[in-house]
């Protein structure tokens, strides 16, 4: 995979459509295109596209991996790096003990799943508070509609 092939992917991998990827960089959209056709992105465009793209300039420019073997806790920021992603390089860094490491992770995925669960009580409630706006709104346009005339009630004679 060529460099302008792997950025097009991880373009893809982040959600950029190649109109948007140039916005960003401030360049033309074609020579974004050129990127799939075995061009490559100029090298002063390498760590701006590191970035946007989370990953490191070594990976961007070498494959290899995901990235991350090449990150240490200073360039991790500029990636889209899972939780316990983050705790491998920190503990290769830190020298943090196996079981502390453990722990963590336990605790991580304790709260991940509090996470999920209260996003879905969330999104229940958006979607009750979608269904009352809608019959709420629906009783003001009743409100709102003339009434009919009291001779619509007769049936066409008076009496």
């Not at 360039?75 to 502390?100: F, I, S």
């Not at 969330?122 to 019959?135: A, C, F, H, M, V």
Request: with cysteine.
């Amino acid at each position: 995979m060529t460099v302008g092939e792997r950025v097009l992917y991880l373009a893809k991998r982040e959600g950029f459509t190649q109109t948007t990827l140039a916005e960003r960089l401030g360049i033309n959209q074609s020579s974004v295109s050129l990127w799939g056709k075995g061009n490559d992105p100029r090298m002063d465009k390498i760590p701006q596209l590191a970035k946007l793209l989370r990953v490191s300039e070594q990976y961007l420019l070498c494959g290899g991996g995901d990235g991350i073997e090449e990150m240490d806790t200073d360039t991790m920021v500029t990636r889209k790096v899972t939780v316990h992603e983050a705790l491998d390089v920190v503990y290769k860094e830190k020298g943090t003990a196996e079981a502390e490491l453990s722990e963590i992770k336990a605790e991580v995925a304790r709260l991940s799943a509090e996470l999920t669960e209260s996003r879905s009580l969330i999104n229940k409630l958006i979607e009750r508070n979608e269904e009352l706006s809608s019959k709420y709104i629906a009783l003001l346009e009743a409100e709102r509609s003339p009434a009919p005339s009291p001779s619509a009630f007769c049936s066409g004679s008076a009496g």
